[in-house]
């Protein structure tokens, strides 16, 4: 049973630094695409940051810069390391897997992230 969970929400304010966690089990973050991915009220769901089979890291426009996506295989899990946060970062933040082969996702209950100014 594949099963992902978000740790490291919560409230900070306007210009501080958060991490989120997510552990992976079930499945190997080493074989597949791993990222994050964030949706605010009345929004749709959004790629944050991702890494590619190859290792390379993509981020969205709006985050380049501040946020670092990261793994550990030995430990299977994922990390999200958020910097300089602004009100518009304000979401719940997903961890997505997701198969090279069928593009298949499994996706974790998410963690909500509330930045104030």
């Known amino acids: 049973q594949v099963k992902l969970v978000e740790s490291g929400g919560g409230l900070v304010q306007a210009g501080e630094s958060l991490g989120l966690s997510c552990a992976v089990s079930?499945?190997?973050?080493?074989?597949?695409?791993v990222g994050w991915f964030r949706q605010a009220p009345g929004k749709s769901r959004e790629l944050v940051a991702r890494?590619?089979?190859?290792?390379?890291?993509n981020y969205a426009d709006s985050v380049k810069g501040r946020f670092t996506i990261s793994s550990d295989k030995a430990k299977n899990a994922l990390y999200l390391q958020m910097t300089s946060l602004k009100p518009e970062d304000t979401a719940v933040y997903f961890c997505n897997v997701q198969h090279l082969t069928d593009l298949f996702s499994y996706w974790g209950q998410g963690t909500q992230v509330t930045v104030s100014t």
């Open positions: 890494i590619t089979y190859g290792g390379r890291t």
């Open positions: 079930g499945v190997s973050l080493g074989q597949n695409l």
